[in-house]
T-cell receptor
Framework: GDSVTQMEGPVTLSEEAFLTINCTYTATGYPSLFWYVQYPGEGLQLLLKATKADDKGSNKGFEATYRKETTSFHLEKGSVQVSDSAVYFCALSDRARDDKIIFGKGTRLHILP | EPEVTQTPSHQVTQMGQEVILRCVPISNHLYFYWYRQILGQKVEFLVSFYNNEISEKSEIFDDQFSVERPDGSNFTLKIRSTKLEDSAMYFC????????????FGDGTRLSIL
């Protein structure tokens, strides 16, 4: 079945560092891809999405590009802030087939001041 | 911005007891979902609900689980006889239509079974 694999955490960076969180997926169809973020004590918030190959999703300085050839959707940010500390979930959904979102295990990000 | 709201934020229940988790989806949304996240594990799909019936459910969603939309605003998840392994964070989500619109999640209810 479809699945999402993302890099293990925790990831610890200094403020203003460059961030990459790797995500790859396995899917039989043409899924939409998402990054969700969970700040401490809060629920899951959609950070960005891409619905087809070569789409780039972006929000709050974060970007991810839907790469069909490498089945990847890596999350990047050029300069992280302490407030970016959270757990980041890569996810996919193929609503042509079913209703559910399939999540990766999540990557905890710590940003040091 | 409209939000999905869940109550309570934390529920503690004795094993074997029934528990009802409550959700108020975003008002113009038509599709409703429950997910759970056991501590340290993936967020897992439980069930989706549309037009007053279950549209899909996972293997986790056995006979102990049920969902209901008792009125025009609430969406509930009931666990009939809780087990220790039901301890998890339960997330409700909703989406406006069946397309590429993303699901919007609530803050979750942490369920602790003693």
């Amino acid at each position: 079945g479809d699945s999402v694999t993302q890099m293990e955490g925790p990831v610890t960076l200094s403020e203003e560092a460059f961030l990459t969180i790797n995500c790859t997926y396995t899917a039989t169809g043409y899924p939409s891809l998402f990054w969700y973020v969970q700040y401490p004590g809060e629920g899951l918030q959609l950070l960005l999405k891409a619905t087809k190959a070569d789409d780039k999703g972006s929000n709050k300085g974060f970007e991810a590009t839907y790469r069909k050839e490498t089945t990847s959707f890596h999350l990047e940010k050029g300069s992280v802030q302490v407030s970016d500390s959270a757990v980041y979930f890569c996810a996919l959904s193929d609503r042509a087939r079913d209703d559910k979102i399939i999540f990766g295990k999540g990557t905890r990000l710590h940003i040091l001041p | 911005e409209p939000e999905v709201t869940q109550t309570p934020s934390h529920q503690v229940t004795q094993m074997g007891q029934e528990v009802i988790l409550r959700c108020v989806p975003i008002s113009n949304h038509l599709y409703f979902y429950w997910y759970r996240q056991i501590l340290g594990q993936k967020v897992e799909f439980l069930v989706s609900f549309y037009n007053n019936e279950i549209s899909e459910k996972s293997e986790i969603f056995d006979d102990q689980f049920s969902v209901e939309r008792p009125d025009g605003s609430n969406f509930t998840l009931k666990i009939r006889s809780t087990k220790l392994e039901d301890s998890a964070m339960y997330f409700c989500a909703s989406s406006p239509d069946y397309s590429n619109q993303p699901q919007h999640f609530g803050d979750g209810t942490r369920l602790s079974i003693l």
